[in-house]
């Protein structure tokens, strides 16, 4: 899968896009986008720009003109994966092959002059719990001694979330009202959350369909994830303690989950590719629909993560944000193809364009944390911030970052563009 798309030599005729932190020429996200005073379109982004691939369908695979008619990326996802690398390949001469530059510069748009759309028509989202450290510090908050469940290491744990209240970076994030009964409390009440949280996620967009009961073998379950995203699923804690039993997360989580715009394609992510991490001494081995030597092999990513804060107060004192969270994606205890085939080895149908996120990434070390509810230990330990502020949980004003870079040795590093959002106040 690797070939010369990856090459850490290639290099753009597009003025910066070489230097570029997130949008070299071996990235070639695909996403929606809108010029100004324009309509939305399939474009990739190339250092500082947009590129409107509608505009150049003709120059494009004749297999992929159809679907790049369309301001979704629905229908190019709907393609086998070789059409989608077909398009990047053809995406990548163009770029690099400086005679081409008078067809394809006048259908550049200024990045910071465009507006971002989500990617996808998105028919259903699941949330995932693989994020093991994740599992493991929150569970001890309420269960010290056992702090995992038993079926954590034999089952890939989600539920179902809601896809009409995912929206792209940017969408401010109004505090949550909801009932909550806190523990001093003797009756309960309907107040806006006090405890709001953030989720640092990775996000997997569904290619291809499977039909309703058919299920996706673990060696193929590769072919059905199109790209990822950041997805910070934000989360409001005292909302979730009171209404979580026997259900699970409803009104705690579904208030917004934000994505980063760009689909981050399969086909980049290529060089990035590692083992999973090996599963501690005594732990189960999966079950055999679960286990794929292939996949153990490469089937976890090297990806950084990290979220930054910035309060208002900050902002007015023209301080720079503060990095609450560093972490790494190979931190998931299920791989990516394990979360896919599980959730359809009943039979699940997924199709182009549904949204899976994998739960909540944190390490195991403090400052890895992908939730305040465990960087400051359920509320008992306030993060302190520069210009003497602290935080528990989020405050209005405050603007939550989650950032992601894939590298690895010899190749050039891609990045995920930014998941931004700004806390607004309960209205
Ligand atoms: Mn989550």
Redesign the pocket.
Known sequence: MIDHTHDAAASTWVAGADAHEHFPVQNLPLGIFSPVDSTPRIGTAIGDWCLDLAALASLLPETTRSALAVPLLNALFALPPQERLALRHAIFALLTDASRRGEVEPHLHRAADCALHLPFQIGDYT?FYVGIHHATNIGRLFRPDNPLLPNYKHVPIGYHGRASSVRPSGTPLVRPKGQLKGPNDAAPRFTPSQRLDF?L?LGAWIAGENDLGASVPIGQAWDRIGGLCLLN?W?ARDIQAWEYQPLGPFLA?NFLSSVSPWVITREALAPFHVPQPPRPEGDPAPLDYLTDEADQQCGALAVRLAVTLSTRSMRDAGLPPVTLSQGSATAMYWTLAQMVTHHTSNGCNLAPGDLL?T??ISGTTRGSEGSLMELSRGGTEPVTLPGGESRTFLEDGDELVLSATAEQPGYRAIGFGLCAGVVEPAR
């Open positions: 949330d989720e996620e699923d989360s989580k996120g739960g909540t």
